[in-house]
């Protein structure tokens, strides 16, 4: 039987042999045999029915033909070369040879760097879990950074530049699909990350774009701007955040084919702020290395940090998967290890200007917050610490995310008076009150830090730390559970540790230093490269706005007080996992303060977030954290050192300047890194 369908699969069979048996020669052969046909890029394209980008892509080597472009391809080169050599037989006398031909057409040229490693971080061979160097399929990087030179100029994340033949904007997200940007998937099951162009002031203004964005309020292109027009006549979208600092440009998909571009807008603000602060006097080849590095480490830039946070989570656990259907044929399915549900919170984890939240009582909200907490000095610390200083912990959010068990793809469950079971994530009410606890030690209850007063909801490593670590005994009153759980965080935290040591280690800071050196090293920060601590620095905020924005609010200062906003419709809008991360971290912490107190008889005086204030004979976080007769640091207590979950010093003051801020209604450990006096 002979049908269309034997006809396609003939017809794809014959195109994989052809491409197999389709050699190419390489990149500036293919430049020099074109130039010396005087043919144009035009020309082949209408021959091969592409584009001329796409021909320009080929010839420089950023992209590699498939399928019948690429045996027609190969075609026309083998016959311009038979030409060539019948040519020069011919004009050539015997015993005579022909000169080599000199380089022709467009050439990619390096520049210096002065950042890090840079190269090594974007060209590594290694692929661990689906990461590493850019495949055949994305030859240019993950991004490129336009300049206006007298020709618009892009410059990669290893350092080439190369002309943008692009006049309008629509040129260039054209180019830049051809041209061969983008990044491989992070995971088996997600996609590639999408094109980045970064637009220069100058290659903005080149592209018709305005200085800067008169809406502040909505920071977007005025609907009536000329670009828009442009856009929408050559068939681009824009997402409903709408075209700012950071846009998402993108045509309908074709089969098999995403064809989306990512743009940052430098001269609107798209690297100063969102968590980014890129140093201003970078130059475009430096800054595609700093964003390059990035991309390599954590992901293409695609918003703020926060943004990226977020977006790392569903690169790393995508919320579908392949799956075979009962017909035999493999279809799109959920992936149980990633977040594919939009999820209703239970009420107590709602936020307060979610529907969920119309009319309850601010007592019966969930409020597992980070601590903000102080205590007055007594009377024996007055008289024998001259100092304080603040130990703030590493990576504190990102490491309590390490291992958490939480809840997946079900809704809450809501159970009357259930047993406690530390295995099951969720939203516990349970009255704390009646455990006792040292009040030189802020509560791990509560944000506040003071005891629990009645019943209150709590995330479930809360209560598990008042029951395994306190002895406590205690009897939930009711629960809302999630029965579906897993460790949802673990690569996201890989991924990020991973990042944030490589660019300790870029800065000189390595896990096996000894405390003294670590402390000097880390006193010296301040002075080192203004790049590589702004990539720190961003890579710091990527991991904490990742946390918050499981609990995003409403951003349109026109939101109707308990309505509905877009995050709400996201599988990563779960203030159930911000809840039990910073629970963590907070048990964690009060485990370190209390051991510490255990050894050294010492005790906080102040803590905010994820750093503490300890008196001290001197101003030195060695005179705080204590060691063993062998010199090694305690087990369970505050350990010095860069690893995540390990501490750093954060400041030292006088005992005099604790007291005056506490006096003033502050708490110093805010302000004990910037020397507030």
């Known amino acids: 039987m002979h049908d269309d369908r034997t006809d396609e699969v003939f017809a794809n ?60 391809y190969a075609r026309l080169l083998d016959g311009l070369r038979s030409r060539e050599q019948a040519q020069n037989q011919d004009a050539t006398p015997p015993g005579a040879s022909s000169p080599p031909a000199a380089p022709v057409g467009p050439t990619r040229t390096r520049t210096a760097s002065t950042m890090p490693d840079v190269t090594h971080a974007v060209a590594s061979p290694a692929r661990q879990t689906h990461v590493g160097q850019p495949r055949d399929g994305f030859p240019a990087g993950p991004l490129a950074v336009l300049a206006d030179t007298g020709t618009l100029t892009a410059h990669f994340a290893d350092g080439a ?34 094109p980045l162009l970064v637009l220069t002031e100058s290659a903005a203004n080149r592209l018709g774009l305005p200085a800067d964005l008169n809406d502040r309020a909505r920071l977007q292109l005025p609907d009536h701007h000329p670009v828009h027009a442009d856009l929408k006549r050559d068939g681009w979208k824009l997402p409903r955040s709408g075209f700012g600092p950071w846009a998402r440009i993108y045509q309908d998909p074709e089969p098999r084919r995403r064809r989306c ?39 293409t830039p695609c918003g703020s940090t926060a943004v990226c946070g ?27 290890s990633g977040l594919w549900k939009a999820l209703d919170p239970a009420p107590p984890e709602a936020h307060d200007a979610h529907p969920l939240a119309r009319g309850r009582n601010p007592r019966d909200a969930l409020d597992e ?65 009646h455990i006792e606890l040292d009040p030189k030690l802020p509560s791990p209850f509560t944000s ?12 479930t490593p809360t209560l598990a730390y008042a029951v395994k670590d306190l002895g406590a005994t205690i009897q939930p009153l009711e629960a809302y559970l999630r029965r579906s759980s897993g460790r949802y965080f673990d690569p996201w935290y890989k991924r990020l ?28 920060l301040p002075t080192a490269d203004p790049a590589a601590l702004a990539l720190l620095a961003a890579i710091k905020a990527t991991s904490k706005g990742g946390i918050g924005k499981l609990r995003e609010g ?101 005992i005099d300047w604790y007291q005056q801020l506490l006096e003033d209604g502050a708490n110093p450990a805010r302000y004990v890194k910037d020397a507030r006096t």
């Open 13 to 72: 069979v014959d195109a994989l042999l052809a491409q197999a048996a389709a050699r190419l020669p390489d990149a500036h052969e293919r430049r020099r045999l074109r130039f010396t046909t005087d043919l144009s890029l035009e020309q082949i394209a209408a021959a091969l029915s592409t584009s001329a980008d796409l021909v320009e892509a080929w010839e420089n080597g950023f992209i590699e033909p498939t399928g019948r472009d690429r045996a027609g």
């Open 161 to 194: 530049t190369r002309t943008c033949p692009a006049e309008t904007l629509t040129d260039v997200l054209h180019w830049a699909l051809a041209v061969g940007l983008g990044q491989p998937e992070l995971n088996t099951y997600g996609q590639p990350a999408d």
């Open 261 to 299: 571009v990512q743009l940052a807008v430098v001269p609107w603000g798209a690297l100063a702020e969102g968590g980014w602060n890129a140093p201003a006097d970078l130059t475009p080849s430096s800054l595609a290395r700093w964003l390059g590095t990035y991309a390599n480490r954590v992901l």
């Open 310 to 336: 977020q977006q790392l989570m569903t690169a790393l656990r995508p919320p579908t998967r392949p799956v075979r259907g009962n017909d035999g044929t493999w279809q799109r399915g959920n992936n149980p």
């Open 369 to 433: 917050e980070a601590w903000d907490w102080t205590r007055p000095l007594t009377t024996e610390e007055e008289v024998t610490y001259p100092y304080v200083v603040g130990l703030d912990i590493n990576f504190a959010f990102a490491a309590a995310a390490s291992s958490a068990v939480v809840g997946m793809n079900t809704p809450p469950e809501h159970v009357a008076r259930p047993a406690f079971d530390e295995k099951i994530p969720g939203s516990w009410y349970c009255d704390l009150s």
């Open 448 to 459: 506040s830090g003071q005891s629990p007063t009645g019943p209150a909801w709590y995330a």
């Open 497 to 524: 540790r991973d990042a944030y040591l490589a660019t300790m280690k870029d800065l000189g800071i390595v896990p096996e230093m000894e405390p003294a050196d670590f402390l000097a090293a880390m006193r010296a």
């Open 554 to 654: 409403p951003r349109s200062p026109q939101h109707t007080p308990f309505a509905s906003w877009p995050a709400l419709k996201t599988p990563t809008w779960r203030p159930d996992l911000r809840a039990a991360v910073i629970s963590r971290a907070r048990v964690n912490m009060h485990r370190k303060m209390t051991k510490t107190a255990e050894h050294t008889g010492r005790y906080p005086l102040a803590v905010l977030s994820d750093c503490a204030l300890y008196p001290a004979h001197q101003p030195s976080a060695l005179d705080v954290t204590p060691h063993g007769a062998d010199g090694k640091a305690v087990p369970g207590t505050f350990r010095l050192g860069v690893n995540p979950g390990y501490a750093k010093e954060e400041g030292t003051r006088t």
